[in-house]
Each structure stands twice: as structure tokens, then as C-alpha cells.
């Protein structure tokens, strides 16, 4: 079955390219064109992924991420217009995944998709302990003694990738290639903000994390430095 | 306890250099001790002057009379003892002066014949050695001239404190026993008392004069510099945003003038920056606008233009070659646009950093491997080059990598397939990058305007790299933000070399530059024929 993308943009001519796109690469697209039908979209459809623009009428961009990972963790692209870094942020800090700035090339859009609808996951076994946690490999799960800490699949992905080697530290580099699939790809901010957000759920204390910390000048290790 | 001396000495010169109060008091204070000092020593002197002369003066007819006096007793000695006409002598000495003086007689030197009369003095002195200059004038001025001289007589004692005397001599002729010098010496200390008296008087009065006008320039200065110092803090506030600030104006003095225009300085400049600020965030805000608006239809095309790109082998081949045109026009417009709008960001001052950590040989590396294919296109072998460990630089990586990009980028365009070197190197203070190619190089002319907005070395030139002629612009623009620069160096026929030069810290000034412009291997190839300028072997192998 081919994988389904809500396709969340105001400009009818990109929405209908994308879709020309998408459906040459054998996904199966549907569309919305402000915030709120994207939401409806979203809820009857069920789709894979969501590509949103994030400079739409109605509801913004930035509100409606914000909707759709309050109820899903389904990935979710932002298609960005603007060269301003706030931006990504911003979007990024909604809940976003990943971001595609335009214009974009079809490759790209489409290679940052697969990356998402396919994560390349570490070989393991079929749980890892980390710290207090216990991660269940095989049924996307992360529980703290019985407590079960709903993820989205990059946020697994993320504590998967750091779990699954606890003695290396991983530079935002290396994470951005094994999560994201990127290569030489500087954009730094996706993991940092991903981090915050990871922290904010698995950790007890964010402010002082024993699960994922930081390596000063490096990047991010699991489990306490040391 | 030299160091703190020296310490001592050292806050003293800040105190001085730092404060206008503190100067000017001091100045004041310096002058006038020396302006009262002068005036003091000049009264001093001139009443010391009047009182002895009018002393001496008097004392000289009274000593004139005494001689008169005495020499009339030896006029008339008839029969008698000299002895006891001497002492008569003495007596009517004695009973013509006023205050009593001390006496003496001696035979005046050089006479032959035995001394018939004693020599005899009374009173201090048998404590005064009378010059020889005193007593030869007595003998060269002959009978009946009254010399003087000013000496010290030695207090009784003998502790060697003195006061002052003056002593008057004439020579007398005694019959019978020869010439004798009379001496008469008077005591000057009443004199010298009042003299004390009033050079006291004179210290204390100065003294109080100089505290006086100390304490009035420190309070006419501090009228003064008050306001000024309010002034300078103010405007420090200006200085560092606070645009509100202003001064109080109080009064029609020059110091409300100042407050006044300062204050009308202080309007103006607030203003013009809200005036510009309004201008640069409308430039923001088109420059957004202009962003969206454009790039929305772009996406489109861009896509549109990538769909046909990919199919164009199952087109006729004129439709073909247009898909390819449109493919590579879109994807130049759109770099053209995305450097338009970073420059436009630039000059709206709408730009910030955001740094963090990076090592910047990694990010040569990355760097290197995104041009890698062009690169192999070309046949450009790449290199890096750099020697010793590296801690991680504060940057805006973003920014670095697009420089870094760029130059490679130019390297590989103008290095006509020979080696493109990459430096890195750092010291404490500085990091630099420099990008060395052995290509076609930059005439001087050429190498003015190398970062010129829009301005490409060889127009005709095939662009692999899709140059907007923005891209050193813009280079100089992100190395400007991190408070660095990017120079040059270049000869036609030997390449170009450009250098990016970082502080450790963005905005720490540049205090050093880790590598060399010209490089090194520009001057050892001083003599060799341009088509041999390539890379020495060294090189390679210092490759990290």
C-alpha cells in the first residue's frame, strides 16, 4: 500500500505540483488548503506524513503543527518560504520533524520523505536499558517502570540512535545523518531542538538530563558523562 | 614596598589623568603656592632690606660720634697711663651710643716698636674672629674713616647659634703706642627677631591663602565640572541605547547652553535612529514579503521545471534542450534571488549570529566533500592543509560554510585544474582559513574590485559554479559579522590565495593573523615559470 501524505499548502499550483511529484514516486497524495481543512484532512484521513506549509490563511502553519502532534505523532514537514531562521525554529519547537525551504527540487522533497516514512533504525536486540528507561525496539516503545512515554517514531528514533552505542558521544553531525538521513547537511538547530523536545519527555529533571546529556563542544551521549 | 610605591605612584597618575576636578584643583593649588611664595620671599626681602639699612644708617653716625669721642681722648692724653686713657676712651664710647655695644681695641698690624698699650675688649667680642678683609680695610682707609661689615656673633654658648651683628672700625692713632683699630659691634637680633616675626607671619598668611583658594577652585570647579560630569554619564546612557535619556537644563549659563544643545543633539539622534530603525524593519518587512511572494511561484516552476528536467531523454531533442535551459536558468535565478536577499538582509542590518562550536577543519572537509564532484569534474585534486590540534571556534557555522564554499567554489572555477589547497590554522587569539589556487589569477586592476557587488573576473567565462557575483560580497559580509575579514592575494599567471581571518571570540578585534598573505609558496616561487607553479611536494605531504 502506498504511503499516504496530507499535502498542507495555500498556493494551489504548488499543492498540485507536489502532488503531480509525489504521485510519479508512488505515493498517494491528498490536500488542504488552510488550516483548518488540514486539520479535518488530517483526522478522516489518517495519512502518513504531513507535508505543511507554514504561511497559511486561517489558522498558521506553526498553530496546526502544534494540533496535529498534539494527537499524533505522525512526521511532519514544514515547507518553509521564508529564509529567516526564526522560522525553523519556531516550526521546529511546534513539533515539527523536518524541513524542506523553498524552491526545493523534487529529489530533495521526495529523498526527505523516504527518510521519514523509512527510518533507517541501529541493529539491536529487542529492548535497550538506558538510565531508568527501557526501550522495546520492536514495539516503538519507551516505558519508565511501567509508565509507557509516548514518543513520536524521530524522537524514538533519536533515543534509539544514542542508546543503542551509550559509550560514544555523537556529534550533531552523526545524529543528522543516522536520524535524518542528511549528508553535509549543517543545519544544526533540527537536533538541538529535537533534543530539548526528547529531553522534555524522558528526562525527570530537562534542566539537569541523565538521559541524554550534552558534551560540551562535541555533541550528546546517552547516559551520564563520566 | 617599592612595588607599592610604585602602585601608589600609578593610582596618583590615574587620579590625575582621570579626573578634570582633580587637575585643575591640583594646578591651582601648585600655581598659586608658587605666585604666594614668590610675593612672601619678595616682601621679606625688601623689608629685611629697608629695616637694616635704616639700622645701619643710625647705628653708622652713632658709631661715628663714639669714634669721634674716643679719638678726642686720645688726642689730649697729656701725661696720663694710656691704659686708664683708654679705659676714659671706652667710657665716652659707651656714654655716646645708645645701647651697649661691645668695644675693642687692637693694635692694627703692621707696625714695628713695642706694644705700649694693651689690646681690650669688652662684651662678645672675644667671640668674633674678625675677618682679615675687615681689618685690612680699616688699615687701607687711613685715620678717620668708619668702616662696616655685617657679621655673626656666636651666642654665649658657644653652641654654634649665632645672631646677627654688625661691627664698624676705624683706625686711631694713639701717641706714643701707634695705630690701633677701635672696633664697635652691635647686636642685631632685635632686628632679626622682627624679622621672623614677620616671615611667620608671612608663611601663615600664605598657608591660609593657598588652602583658601584651594578650597574656592575646588568648589568653582566642581560648579563646573558637575554639570559636565552629568553630561558624560548621560551621554554614556546614550551611548549605550538608551535614547530617552537627557540633561536638565536649568538657567541661561553657559551650562544651560550646554545641557540645551546637548539636549537638542541627544533629540535628533533620537530621531534619526528611529527613522532608520522604521526604514530597516520596512526593509525587513519587504524583503520578507518580497521573499514569500516570489519564491511561492518559483517552487512551482522549480518543480515543473525538475519533473520535465528528469524526463527530458523521453522528449524530441529541441524540447529536450529547453527542458535543460529552463532547468539550469531556474536553478540560477533562484541562487540569484537567494543572494539578493541575504545582501539585502545584510544591508538592512537585519542579520544576526548564531554561533556555537565548531571545528573548523571538519568543516573544511564537509565542505571539500560537497564539492567534490565538481571538483572531479574539473580535475582539481583538493587538498587541506593544517598543522597542529584545534580546539573548537565560536562561529556562525552557517555563515563559515558558505565562505568557505564560495572561495572552493572560485578556486575550482579560475584553478584551471591544478591543485586547490585548503590552509587552516590558528594561534590564540585568531583563526584562519585560506583558500590557495595555481590558476589563471587576478590582475591588480581586478583585484580592487574582486569583492565588488555583481562584478565577475571574466564575464565570457564559463560558470560551473552558478556565480551571481554576489557570493564575495557576501563572503565579506559574514566574515565582517563575525568582526573578521577576507583579504587576497594574487598574481596573473601564479593564482590567488584568499585568506579569511577570524577572532576566536566574534566581535574580539583582529589582534593576529595565523597565516601569511602572499603564502609561502608564492614567495619561494618568486623566479619559476608560471606554468610550474604548482604545489610542492611538502605540501601534500604536511597534509593533516
Known sequence: MSARILVVDDDPAISEMIGIVLSGEGFDPSFAADGPAALERFREGRPDLVLLDLMLPGIDGIEVCRSIRAESGVPIIMLTAKGDPADVVDGLESGADDYVVKPFNPKELVARIRARLRPALPETGETIGIGDLVIDVVGHEVRRGGTRIPLTPLEFQLLLALAAKPNQVFTREMLLEQVWGYHYKADTRLVNVHVQRLRAKVELDPDSPRIVTTVRGVGYRAGAVG | ?544
Not at chain 2, 661715628?64 to 676712651?89: H, I, K, M, P
Not at chain 2, 569583492?451 to 554576489?470: I, Y
Request: hydrophobic share 40%; with cysteine; aromatic share 6%.
Open chain 2, 1 to 544: 614596598m617599592r612595588l607599592d610605591w610604585r602602585a601608589w605612584l600609578e593610582s596618583l597618575g590615574r587620579l590625575w589623568r582621570g579626573s578634570l576636578q582633580v587637575r585643575t584643583v591640583a594646578l591651582t593649588v601648585l600655581l598659586s603656592t608658587i605666585a604666594v611664595t614668590a610675593i612672601g620671599f619678595y616682601i621679606l626681602t625688601s623689608v629685611r632690606t629697608n629695616l637694616f639699612e635704616s639700622r645701619r644708617d643710625q647705628l653708622v653716625s652713632e658709631a661715628e660720634r663714639a669714634v669721634l669721642a674716643a679719638r678726642d681722648e686720645f688726642t689730649n692724653v697729656g701725661g696720663r697711663d694710656l691704659d686708664a686713657v683708654q679705659f676714659d676712651a671706652f667710657e665716652a664710647i659707651q656714654s655716646t651710643v645708645s645701647t651697649g655695644p661691645s668695644i675693642g681695641m687692637f693694635r692694627a698690624p703692621g707696625q714695628s716698636g713695642p706694644a705700649v698699650m694693651d689690646t681690650l675688649y669688652v662684651g662678645a667680642l672675644s667671640r668674633i674672629a674678625l675677618s682679615d678683609g675687615f681689618t685690612r680695610s680699616l688699615v687701607d682707609g687711613g685715620e678717620g674713616r668708619l668702616s662696616w661689615q655685617s657679621i655673626a656673633i656666636p651666642a654665649e654658648t658657644g653652641d654654634g647659634a649665632a645672631s646677627p651683628g654688625l661691627a664698624f672700625g676705624s683706625l686711631v692713632d694713639v701717641p706714643q703706642a701707634g695705630r690701633y683699630e677701635l672696633v664697635i659691634v652691635y647686636d642685631l637680633s632685635d632686628l632679626q627677631r622682627t624679622l621672623d616675626f614677620v616671615a611667620g607671619t608671612l608663611v601663615a598668611g600664605g598657608a591660609a591663602l593657598i588652602v583658601l583658594i584651594a578650597i574656592v577652585s575646588y568648589v568653582v570647579v566642581r560648579l563646573v565640572v558637575g554639570p559636565v560630569r552629568r553630561a558624560a554619564a548621560t551621554s554614556e546612557k546614550l551611548a549605550a541605547g538608551r535614547l530617552e535619556e537627557r540633561l536638565a537644563e536649568r538657567g541661561d549659563d553657559e551650562l544651560a547652553t550646554l545641557a540645551r544643545s546637548f539636549n537638542r543633539m541627544a533629540d535628533s539622534l533620537q530621531s534619526q535612529i528611529r527613522r532608520l530603525a522604521e526604514l530597516s524593519r520596512l526593509q525587513q518587512r519587504f524583503v520578507s514579503d518580497v521573499s514569500h511572494e516570489l519564491r511561492t511561484p518559483l517552487t512551482t516552476i522549480r518543480l515543473a521545471g525538475d519533473v520535465l528536467y528528469d524526463r527530458r531523454e523521453d522528449f524530441p531533442p529541441a524540447t529536450a534542450r529547453t527542458a535543460e535551459l529552463l532547468h539550469d536558468q531556474v536553478q540560477r535565478f533562484e541562487t540569484l534571488l537567494a543572494d539578493l536577499l541575504e545582501m539585502s538582509r545584510y544591508d538592512a542590518g537585519a542579520v544576526e549570529l548564531e554561533t556555537e562550536p565548531t571545528n573548523l577543519v571538519r568543516l573544511v572537509e564537509d565542505v571539500m566533500e560537497s564539492v567534490r564532484p565538481l571538483a572531479e569534474e574539473r580535475g582539481t585534486e583538493l587538498r587541506i592543509v593544517a598543522p597542529g590540534g584545534y580546539f573548537e571556534v565560536e562561529v556562525d557555522a552557517r555563515r563559515i560554510r558558505r565562505i568557505v564554499q564560495n572561495l572552493l567554489g572560485n578556486a575550482i572555477d579560475h584553478g584551471e585544474g591544478r591543485p586547490v589547497i585548503v590552509y587552516v590554522d590558528s594561534d590564540a587569539s585568531s583563526v584562519a582559513i585560506a583558500v590557495r589556487d595555481y590558476g589563471v589569477g587576478l590582475e591588480p586592476a581586478q583585484l580592487e574590485r574582486v569583492f565588488d557587488r555583481f562584478w565577475r573576473a571574466d564575464p565570457s567565462r564559463q560558470r560551473r559554479t552558478g556565480g551571481t557575483g554576489l557570493g564575495l560580497a557576501i563572503s565579506q559580509e559574514d566574515a565582517g559579522l563575525h568582526g573578521g575579514e577576507i583579504d587576497v592575494w594574487s598574481e596573473p599567471g601564479r593564482g590567488s590565495c584568499f585568506r579569511l581571518t577570524l577572532p576566536r571570540v566574534p566581535g574580539d578585534g583582529l589582534r593576529s593573523r595565523p597565516l601569511d598573505l602572499p603564502p609561502d609558496d608564492a614567495i619561494e616561487l618568486q623566479e619559476a615559470d608560471p606554468a610550474d607553479a604548482e604545489p610542492s611536494e611538502t605540501d601534500a605531504e604536511a597534509r593533516a
